[in-house]
DNA sequence: TTGTAGGCGTTATCAG
DNA sequence: CTGATAACGCCTACAA
């Protein structure tokens, strides 16, 4: 089965490829009549532009490019979802990348979605990311750029974000509320904005409360993955015995928490209070149910994607496009690990 | 910043286009100095080929299409990570689109990604679709085409599954095995394959063991959702306090069958076994802790994009291909919710 | 109302 | 070794 192009359906009604072309863009300077024949034909071969030459032509392809940490994660996944949906109701594609965390692929890939000419690009850091001639490249080449979540302060271009610090603020405060005295924090890695502005919100809650702050109650993790919080509870129960909460920067790390101390047969939120950060579902559905911050990912998603499509509006008409940051809000959701049943 | 054309480059060196293409492509007809000086200078200037142009000539965008149910689900975006990855390591990017298991939004989907000239097809199809015209027409274009997991047998193309019914008669004899006498079982949708034959295999092994099939036994989810899993458990106690095991079609369906239980302080395994079907994340830090099958996602995806690079690459030569069929083994994971601690 | 011509940027063929 | 020319398929001034 051939191709069926502009230049075939002239040809079969012996008419120019330019006539053609017109008819089936509804320009007014076609008759009646041959308007009628091209619409016709075309339907009943079933033509389709070649999206390549339009893209050649038009110097646009309707597709945007996402760059993500990882695919295989209940909060991204969400933003993926999103962004998926809002762009293809407005008519463009995603194409989606994965950066591992990896820095080095992260480089690669906004190099990738360049050379593509894709129309749009978002992006969520990778924990490695540290540098940011990359992003500075995509500015340069004036490509519509938005960055979601993982965020560098630096980088002049929209960005859809929570207050990581007032929502680990208000964590904490939960838990101080529900009378903890010695609360240990599980942060993420050294890194990501929202990492750091998370342990800020631990940090500043504890001095508001007039508790002091211990840096050995801080632990690190590398990934944020459920063994580390598994891990780093057990060298909290071993050190700090009388800790009486643990606020985890992730969902995942909580749900380490929860696995050691119900092992240990440590009762919780009796003895220990628990609450993560962004509200998976898993933590709907293990016991103890987990008290956590909901983070709405799906609308980040929506967000990132409106926003970078007001961009590529902007950048096609020539006009000046000024940068927003977006916040969107985050609330607490109390559980049984801080309430009990 | 204007955009870098062999063109250009031609022009600044005083030679013609066709060099300048030559050179950078390594032709060996081209002189050492000219090759250096295009080189150079196309690096000094970041020269890298419109893409747009090269589609169009070339007729191939090294781009495929991914349709899947859902991107918000472990199974699903473990598959998606191993697609991804494997396409990048051969140079191919992915453009996903969601169905959310509606035929509508599939069909419309499969259309959009012919029109934008993939050079390949990888879905899994919808529970809704009952209907295979959208199938079929991407076979008569002659695109490369993949289904993986949720297949249509009568598409002849290739496939990437695991085989459902075998899987289940092995889940539901392990439940036999520690004793269980009455099963029930939650079935998926009334579509899709896997959900039959995981409903077959559960049926040939209550035969193979003489117990009597019972049908009012088998409940039937429009989703395999969380709360099917919650609602079905509820009227299995109600109305079949003496079932001793269930066997849920998916570990979300599951984790709502633990729930259930666990509120009402039904043991498990002790009164009740359940195992369920996909091996999720989840499933290994709920409590108890959920047996289940093993469904390699990940490596399905890897499967999934070698066999359609195979085609792709057969296409391109003209070369004939036959459709295969690749079946991936999987295995029962024995946990707390069949074996006790 | 219709058609001609040129160009988007690349690549392949063929002649010099 | 180099370059002119045509073609991929579409779109749009401009001419007839």
């Given at each position: 089965?051939?191709?069926?192009?502009?230049?075939?359906?002239?040809?079969?009604?012996?008419?120019?490829?330019?006539t053609?072309?017109?008819?089936?863009?509804?320009?007014?300077?076609?008759?009646?009549k041959?308007?009628?024949?091209?619409?016709?034909?075309?339907?009943?071969?079933?033509?389709?532009?070649?999206?390549?030459?339009?893209?050649?032509?038009?110097?646009?392809?309707?597709?945007i490019?996402?760059?993500?940490?990882?695919?295989?994660?209940?909060?991204?996944?969400?933003?993926?979802?999103?962004?998926?949906?809002?762009?293809?109701?407005?008519?463009?594609?995603?194409?989606?990348?994965?950066?591992?965390?990896?820095?080095?692929?992260?480089?690669?890939?906004?190099?990738?979605?360049?050379?593509?000419?894709v129309?749009?690009?978002?992006?969520?850091?990778?924990?490695?990311?540290?540098?940011?001639?990359?992003?500075k490249?995509?500015?340069?080449?004036?490509?519509?750029?938005?960055?979601?979540?993982?965020?560098?302060?630096?980088?002049?271009?929209?960005?859809?974000?929570?207050?990581?610090?007032r929502?680990s603020?208000?964590?904490?405060?939960?838990?101080?509320?529900?009378?903890?005295?010695?609360?240990?924090?599980?942060?993420?890695?050294?890194?990501?904005?929202?990492?750091?502005?998370?342990?800020?919100?631990?940090?500043?809650?504890?001095?508001?409360?007039?508790?002091?702050?211990d840096?050995?109650?801080?632990?690190?993790?590398?990934?944020?993955?459920?063994?580390?919080?598994?891990?780093?509870?057990?060298?909290?129960?071993?050190?700090?015995?009388?800790?009486?909460?643990?606020?985890?920067?992730?969902?995942?790390?909580?749900?380490?928490?929860?696995?050691?101390?119900?092992?240990?047969?440590?009762?919780?939120?009796?003895?220990?209070?628990?609450?993560?950060?962004?509200?998976?579902?898993?933590?709907?559905?293990?016991?103890?149910?987990?008290?956590?911050?909901d983070?709405?990912?799906?609308?980040?998603?929506?967000?990132?994607?409106?926003?970078?499509?007001?961009?590529?509006?902007?950048?096609?008409?020539?006009?000046?496009?000024?940068?927003?940051?977006?916040?969107?809000?985050?609330?607490?959701?109390?559980?049984?690990?801080?309430?009990?049943?």
């Amino acid at each position: 089965m051939k191709d069926i192009t502009l230049k075939e359906i002239a040809q079969q009604l012996g008419i120019s490829i330019t006539t053609v072309s017109k008819a089936l863009k509804n320009y007014p300077d076609v008759s009646e009549k041959t308007r009628n024949a091209v619409l016709q034909l075309s339907q009943s071969l079933h033509y389709t532009p070649n999206s390549f030459a339009v893209n050649l032509r038009t110097k646009e392809s309707k597709t945007i490019g996402l760059i993500i940490p990882e695919v295989v994660h209940h909060f991204f996944s969400n933003i993926i979802n999103g962004i998926i949906e809002e762009a293809e109701k407005n008519g463009y594609l995603v194409i989606i990348l994965q950066s591992n965390e990896s820095m080095e692929m992260e480089i690669k890939q906004v190099e990738l979605l360049m050379n593509k000419r894709v129309d749009g690009i978002l992006i969520s850091l990778s924990n490695e990311s540290n540098n940011d001639e990359h992003l500075k490249e995509i500015l340069r080449r004036n490509i519509p750029f938005v960055m979601f979540d993982k965020i560098n302060k630096l980088i002049n271009c929209s960005k859809v974000i929570i207050d990581d610090q007032r929502a680990s603020f208000a964590a904490t405060q939960h838990l101080i509320d529900l009378g903890c005295k010695k609360i240990a924090h599980i942060r993420g890695p050294v890194n990501p904005q929202n990492a750091i502005d998370r342990f800020l919100g631990y940090k500043k809650a504890l001095e508001k409360n007039n508790i002091v702050y211990d840096s050995k109650l801080v632990y690190t993790c590398l990934g944020a993955a459920f063994e580390e919080g598994y891990e780093f509870t057990k060298q909290i129960i071993e050190n700090h015995p009388d800790v009486d909460g643990i606020f985890a920067v992730t969902d995942m790390v909580a749900v380490g928490v929860i696995n050691y101390l119900t092992e240990k047969n440590i009762k919780i939120p009796e003895q220990i209070k628990v609450i993560g950060f962004s509200n998976w579902f898993m933590g709907q559905v293990i016991t103890p149910k987990l008290s956590t911050v909901d983070q709405p990912g799906y609308e980040m998603g929506i967000q990132s994607f409106k926003l970078l499509l007001e961009e590529m509006n902007s950048v096609k008409n020539d006009a000046k496009f000024i940068p927003r940051t977006v916040e969107l809000p985050t609330s607490i959701i109390k559980r049984e690990s801080t309430l009990g049943k």
